[in-house]
Nanobody, 123 residues
Framework: VQLQASGGGLVQAGGSLRLSCAAS????????MGWFRQAPGKEREFVAA????????YYADSVKGRFTITRDNTKNTLSLRMNSLKPEDTAVYYC?????????????????WGQGTLVTVSS
């Protein structure tokens, strides 16, 4: 089972990026998925989560209104659209999946993790 995150890079403040997460080895079409991030010198934190159907989504207050999480169960993929990026969004972003249908903001409830993709926002 593998989650492969991609789409990170260097962007100026105010810019946009779209992260993608491709799952292989197992279908996650019935499982909740999420994005987390870890900034330099800080602990990993919740960013966004989505239920198996996409019907429920949750966001950290720091990204609400700027980031959008979506999924395509036909392709076994997860995405994170990030707009109005700020320097404080700089971090390694991880996608994750859990064995259960609901979205969760808790890292401990996720069973599968991708390797992370670096997002750097310059001021």
């Amino acid at each position: 089972v593998q989650l492969q995150a991609s789409g990170g890079g260097l962007v100026q403040a105010g810019g946009s990026l779209r992260l993608s997460c491709a799952a292989s080895g197992r279908t996650f079409s019935r499982d909740g998925m999420g994005w987390f991030r870890q900034a330099p010198g800080k602990e990993r934190e919740f960013v966004a989560a989505i239920s198996w159907s996409g019907g429920s989504t949750y966001y950290a207050d720091s990204v609400k209104g700027r980031f959008t999480i979506t999924r395509d169960n036909t392709k076994n993929t997860l995405s994170l659209r990030m707009n109005s990026l700020k320097p404080e969004d700089t971090a390694v972003y991880y996608c994750a999946a859990r064995s259960g249908p609901y979205a969760s903001t808790e890292q401990s409830e996720y069973d599968y993790w991708g390797q992370g993709t670096l997002v750097t926002v310059s001021s």
